[in-house]
């Protein structure tokens, strides 16, 4: 309301600058002849006084005095220039339209540009305004204002990483959570949350970073569900299936009746046992019972020797079937448990090239070829 | 609300500055006096306008409102108030506003102080000065306006430019617009004269002062922007030849021309025709300044800003301006008046063969400032006319200039004796002559051109020196009177000869810096010492500074002199500016009387020591204090009780003033 308000007096203001000088009645126009004559009395004036300073010497200023003198005798020979009165129609007619214009290209122009409703919003107002008003995204600006001048207020940190996490800057939270963890100590659930938040940053993969965190929290708090769910997840990841699920069991076994966990850790238990139902039967380099009890029978020589004929196996099904990440995990890792790191390489590249290293599949292959020890060859 | 007043007061002044251009035209057309008197009242309520707009749009900065699309881009709550502030003209959109302001300010001052011009002059005058605020405001409207609002707004800026956070930039740019824009005044004075048809007597005394003024804040702004360009960028230089540079040098070449046939024009009422050209080319020259800078053809230091769009709009002005200007010139010079007549050898002589040199000189710098975007838009190649080109052509037009001017002041008006004036300038010939052996004797390995070099400067300085001891008869007369007839003398006198000294100055510093001095490039480890033009130079060691917004690696070293004693510390830094993770080099200068040393840190190397370039640059503070010098130059003319003009109606007793000017 106050701005229409102000916008209506400048407009007042600008449309009275026209009118003002328009409604002055008998206003003559002087003659520009009389402005000449008062320059050259000025010249007259310097003249004698530079004359009497001795600046010119006599006969010079008599030449110059002579001179301007005749510049005057000029005027008197022009005309008045242009005294005519015209028909007063047309200044009227221009002047009406002058007055007029202020407005209707002011308020016009600035109707199709101006944001009119919209308030200012300084910064410190924003900051300072009431939280239960705020957005999420001012309540994260105002922490932040807050802990860049108090950058050791573990607190603060402690609040603002679960809030990161949720808005999805999963880099920022984990950041969050380490100064929180360097301030106030390492709880399990702080530990929790920075692995949480590095598992978020790798695209879901539980990284060998995260699986320390996870371990770390779980030496603070042996029995900390989210730590154990994690590390589960970690495992199911990696393609060891039945160890995620019996670590899921366990987990399970220990929660209270009414713990969140329960819902979350029964449907990975479900998942995982389709997902290992599914594996066992198309990819059988995944060792059954029987060949497992057989290789434990074997001679070290033989237990490789078969070792590497499923993974050679295995290798040869992805090269027909190649969009298989599972299958590209474990042949990675197979790799790398056999000592064969080149071969590791070769088929992690293989494997980003198939999967396409920048889709979500080929974040997982990555992330697992990081956490063994691989750097990606790219 | 104050952004968006700020925005509706922008919109109104453009509704009054379409008014301004049309209204005092069409009463001066039909000699209607009330339709000539709205010029005054809607210039000054158009500045006023605008004047709220800029407030509003600082008030925007200084509060960090993120809802102002312009305050996102180029701010940050983190930056010191002082860069929130000057970062309002830092960036396209706040320095066009600036411009704009300038501009509404000096059609304020015309018509405020323009009460005692000729009535259809003034009219004239104040609309020629609204077209040109009507296109630049409507330019800003509606391809740069800084009052875009964002919605829902940020909550951080993405941080200013960290080369533009400076103070060096918070008074450059102002000054340069001032002097920029105060061209405007000329071009339409100009223009009002070819329209009327006729040149009042009047014309020529007003013209003066508005160059003057105009002149005195353009030699602000360039020496200005040459040190900042020393200190911030890194390379110890002081003038690049930047085609950005040459956009504001261009119009001071043109504007001193100016300055000085508008002499001739107010004493003698000759080169009327010359100097209403030169006042429509200086003012065009503004125009293609502003336009190479703000449409982005450029790519340089400078550039800030690129969007074709805008390109177009200014070169539409510029086309408009310059082209319809220079129409009506043809049209209507044949009607104009010639003025007086005199010998080639006098004083209107001497400023001819000025103007002559000064506008070949501003053509030249044209010509190798446009050549190469020429070429690259027939051809498509990327070339660079550089120092080379400019010190072939610019040097030489420059040097029998810079010769000839202590002579011009000395010469009478109409017919002047050149044996004379030589004869009184011999002092001021030995004293150059002195300064040359000098050089060659006491300077190690000083070539012949910098000792002439050093006695141009030193000539100019004496023969400025010599015009105020011939005026106020020091030596024939008792000290007590020549001190008062010093005293006495018109101030515009005074004016000029300070004027020539500084550049006598700026010369002296130019040739100084060039001919002697030293440079040095070497890594260094904390505690080595390295020598620099017979002075050692010791590093003291590096340790990091946490800035407000930036973080820094700081060097300091100590320099010792000849014998073994202390002669000062600096520092120098390399900064990282963490919003944009934006490095700068933060150049160390210790200044030693007249001289400087200039140190600039380059990247460290692998077993722990650092580049660093060492510059010992002798007498250069001369440059730039003779551009202040010029600077106080054309402030004392323009206090020349002359340069005012009566009014007809005021002028029955004007006989205070003598007495005023004996005190």
Redo the contacts between chains.
């Keep these: 309301m106050l701005f229409w308000i102000v916008a209506a007096l400048l407009t007042l203001a600008a449309s009275l600058a026209v009118m003002l000088p328009l409604s002055v009645k008998n206003r003559q126009a002087d003659i520009a002849r009389d402005h000449d004559i008062e320059v050259y009395r000025d010249q007259l004036g310097e003249l004698d006084k530079d004359a009497a300073r001795g600046l010119i010497g006599p006969a010079e200023a008599e030449e110059a005095r002579a001179e301007i003198g005749r510049r005057i005798l000029k005027l008197a020979g022009t005309k008045d220039g242009g005294g005519a009165d015209r028909p007063a129609r047309l200044p009227r007619v221009v002047g009406a339209a002058a007055v007029l214009a202020v407005p209707i290209v002011g308020w016009g122009l600035y109707a199709e540009l101006g944001s009119p409703l919209l308030p200012g919003q300084p910064l410190n107002a924003r900051l300072q305004a009431d939280p239960a008003e705020n957005t999420m995204e001012e309540l994260v600006a105002r922490a932040e204002a807050h802990l860049s001048s108090n950058p050791e207020d573990g607190r603060g940190w402690d609040v603002l990483a679960p809030i990161y996490l949720r808005t999805g800057r999963s880099e920022d939270s984990a950041a969050a959570y380490r100064n929180a963890i360097r301030l106030l100590g390492g709880s399990a659930d702080r530990l929790a949350g920075l692995g949480e938040a590095l598992s978020y940053g790798a695209g879901g993969v539980v990284t060998a970073e995260a699986q320390d965190a996870f371990k770390q929290a779980l030496a603070a708090q042996p029995d900390h569900p989210k730590s154990r769910f994690y590390l589960a997840s970690g495992l199911a990841q990696e393609g060891k299936l039945q160890e995620a699920a019996a670590a899921w069991q366990a987990l399970l076994g220990g929660l209270p009746a009414d713990s969140p966990w329960r819902g979350p850790v029964q449907e990975a238990i479900t998942e995982a046992n389709r997902r290992s139902a599914a594996v066992q039967k198309p990819a059988g380099p995944v060792p059954t019972q029987e060949e497992m009890d057989a290789a434990a029978s074997m001679t070290a020589d033989d237990r490789t020797a078969m070792i590497e004929q499923m993974v050679s196996g295995l290798d040869a099904k992805l090269r027909e079937n190649p969009k298989d990440v599972e299958g590209w995990m474990r042949l990675v890792r197979s790799y790398v448990v056999l000592g064969k790191a080149d071969q590791a390489r070769e088929a992690l590249g293989r494997g980003l090239a198939a999967l396409d290293s920048g889709s979500e599949d080929g974040k997982r292959l990555t992330s697992l070829a990081a956490s063994l020890g691989l750097a990606s060859t790219e | 609300?104050?952004?968006?007043?700020g925005?509706?007061?922008l919109?109104?002044a453009?509704?009054?500055a379409?008014?301004q251009s049309?209204?005092p035209l069409?009463?001066a057309r039909?000699?209607?006096?009330?339709?000539?008197?709205?010029g005054?009242?809607?210039a000054?309520?158009g500045f006023a306008?605008t004047g709220?707009a800029f407030a509003a749009l600082v008030m925007?900065y200084v509060?960090?409102?993120?809802?102002v699309a312009n305050v996102w881009e180029n701010s940050h709550?983190?930056k010191p108030m002082l860069y929130k502030v000057t970062g309002t003209w830092g960036n396209h959109e706040g320095s066009m506003l600036l411009w704009v302001l300038i501009l509404t300010f000096f059609g304020a001052l015309v018509a405020v102080f323009g009460g005692?011009?000729?009535?259809?002059?003034r009219a004239n005058v104040l609309s020629v000065q609204g077209w040109i605020g009507a296109a630049f405001l409507l330019f800003v409207?509606t391809t740069s306006?800084p009052?875009i609002?964002l919605?829902?707004?940020p909550?951080?800026g993405r941080d200013l430019n960290p080369i533009l956070q400076d103070v060096g930039l918070a008074i450059h740019p102002p000054l340069l617009y001032l002097g920029y824009v105060g061209f405007s005044v000329c071009f339409s004075f100009a223009v009002a004269a070819l329209i009327d048809g006729?040149i009042?007597?009047?014309w020529a005394?007003w013209v003066r002062p508005w160059t003057l003024a105009a002149w005195m804040f353009l030699t602000g702004g360039i020496a200005m922007g040459s040190y900042w360009a020393y200190y911030e960028l890194g390379w110890g230089g002081f003038w690049f030849w930047d085609p950005v540079e040459n956009a504001s040098f261009m119009p001071w070449l043109a504007g001193t021309a100016l300055l000085h046939s508008a002499i001739v024009m107010e004493k003698r009422?000759a080169l009327k025709i010359w100097t209403i050209l030169l006042a429509i080319l200086t003012f065009s020259l503004s125009l293609l300044g502003t336009f190479l800078v703000r449409s982005g053809v450029l790519t340089s230091v400078h550039a800030f800003a690129t969007d074709p769009t805008r390109g177009v709009f200014i070169l539409a002005i510029l086309v408009l301006f310059i082209g319809g200007s220079l129409a009506l010139f043809a049209l209507r010079a044949g009607s104009l008046t010639a003025g007086?007549l005199f010998h080639p050898i006098s004083r209107e002589g001497a400023l001819v063969l000025n103007n002559l040199f000064l506008t070949t000189a501003a053509a030249t710098v044209l010509v190798g400032t446009l050549y190469p975007l020429l070429v690259e838009a027939v051809t498509g190649d990327k070339i660079s006319v550089g120092a080379p080109f400019f010190n072939l052509t610019f040097g030489p037009l420059m040097l029998p200039l810079l010769l000839l001017i202590p002579f011009g002041p000395l010469l009478?008006?109409?017919r002047g004796d050149v044996y004379a004036v030589a004869q009184r300038l011999m002092a001021a010939f030995g004293g150059a002559l002195l300064a040359v052996l000098a050089t060659l004797l006491l300077a190690d390995g000083a070539s012949v051109f910098a000792a002439l070099g050093v006695g141009i400067g030193v000539w100019m300085i004496l023969g400025a020196l010599t015009d105020l001891v011939q005026?106020s008869?020091l030596g024939t007369v008792p000290l007590a009177v020549a001190a008062r007839?010093l005293a006495?003398?018109?101030r515009s006198v005074h004016g000029t000869a300070l004027a020539h000294l500084g550049m006598g100055v700026t010369v002296l510093g130019i040739v100084a810096t060039l001919a002697f001095e030293a440079e040095h490039i070497t890594i260094m480890k904390p505690g080595e010492s390295t020598a620099i033009a017979g002075r050692t130079l010791r590093f003291e060691g590096v340790s990091p500074v946490q800035g407000p917004n930036f973080t820094e690696t700081r060097a300091s070293f100590v320099l010792l002199g000849a014998g073994g004693g202390k002669l000062g510390e600096v520092t120098s830094a390399k900064r990282v500016y963490t919003a944009r993770q934006m490095p700068t080099t933060e150049a160390g200068i210790l200044t030693l009387g007249f001289s400087q040393l200039y140190v600039s840190l380059g990247d460290p190397t692998q077993d722990g020591g650092i580049v660093v370039r060492i510059w010992w640059k002798p007498l250069v503070t001369l440059i730039w204090l003779g551009g202040l010098v010029m600077m106080v130059a054309a402030a004392v003319s323009l206090t020349d009780r002359?340069l005012r003009?009566?009014?007809?109606a005021r002028?029955a007793k004007?006989a205070s003033s003598?007495a005023g000017?004996k005190a």
């Design positions: 609300m104050i952004v968006e007043t925005h509706f007061a919109v109104l453009l509704a009054l379409l008014v049309l209204v069409v009463g039909t000699n209607d006096a009330r339709l000539m008197a709205t005054g009242p809607v000054v309520a306008l709220i925007a509060q960090s409102d993120f809802s709550s983190a005692n011009l000729p009535a259809t002059l409207l306006n009052f609002r919605e829902p707004a909550f951080e006729r009042d007597a009047a005394r009422s007086g009478a008006w109409k005026k008869a007839r006495g003398l018109p002359r003009v009566g009014a007809p002028r004007a003598p000017a």
